[in-house]
């Protein structure tokens, strides 16, 4: 059977009108996942609807959460920190850690990370990567806690499963939130916190419904719509 037989064969285990209740919708990721049979580890992803007005900038939705069973993919950490510092981030985990080298080793191409972390005296260096950072979306932040003096802590969250979510500018965050390797209770507990802290991110100025829909689904799968009620208390 052709992976494309085997998708469309899927899909019509999801009823499209049906709204699933958060652990039946989890549960029907997986079994999909397991039929499609794909010769890698499918990725579960989160898709939020918010209704949100991200032209103003009082209404955007970004921040860190920590996901309590981690992701499932290994994340690749650069630091840039001097000294004691730089000594604690390798101590932590870090991939890479320098400071003026590797800026210029970014500049001339570097590009295997996937976080930068750094210490608040070594931002007018990073400041300057600017244009190579920024669109990758990996410039250091200290509302998302990437620029910090305590770098180890920053590492080990990192490497621990936290990622970072930023509304789009049609009002959707998206997160791969594990694997569908994952136990159904482990993957279940990580959707749970990424729900959960994007209820938390909630801008005040949003008035009424703030999230209107919520989809999961496996990288391959289909999506499957989840009953808004089901999230009570999330």
Do not use: C, W
Not at 120 to 132: A, F, S, T
Not at 195 to 209: L, M, Q
Request: proline fraction near 4%; aromatic fraction near 4%.
């Amino acid at each position: 059977m052709t992976a494309g037989k085997k998708i469309r064969n899927v899909s019509k285990n999801v009823d499209r009108n049906k709204h699933y209740a958060l652990p039946d919708a989890v549960k029907l990721v997986l079994a999909n996942s397991k039929q499609t049979a794909r010769k890698f580890v499918e990725s579960v992803e989160v898709s939020i609807n918010l209704d949100i007005d991200t032209k103003q900038s009082d209404q955007a939705v970004r921040g860190m959460v920590q996901l309590p069973h981690g992701t499932g993919k290994t994340v690749r950490v650069a630091v840039f920190a001097k000294g004691e510092k730089a000594d604690a981030a390798k101590a932590a985990g870090a991939d890479i850690v320098g400071a003026d080298d590797l800026k210029e080793k970014i500049i001339g191409g570097f590009s295997a990370f996937d976080r930068v972390i750094a210490t608040p005296d070594m931002m007018g260096v990073v400041g300057q990567l600017g244009k190579v950072l920024g669109p990758r979306g990996l410039m250091p932040n200290p509302k998302l806690g990437t620029v910090t003096p305590n770098v180890a802590d920053a590492v080990k969250a990192a490497k621990a499963g936290s990622i970072e979510f930023r509304a789009e500018k049609a009002g959707i965050v998206q997160a791969g939130v594990g694997k569908v390797s994952f136990a159904e209770t482990d993957l279940l507990a990580n959707v749970k916190a990424f729900i959960s802290a994007i209820a938390k991110a909630r801008p005040a100025g949003v008035k009424g419904t703030y999230m209107t829909r919520v989809t999961l689904s496996s990288t391959m799968g289909p999506g499957v719509k989840v009953d808004m009620a089901s999230l009570s208390g999330e």
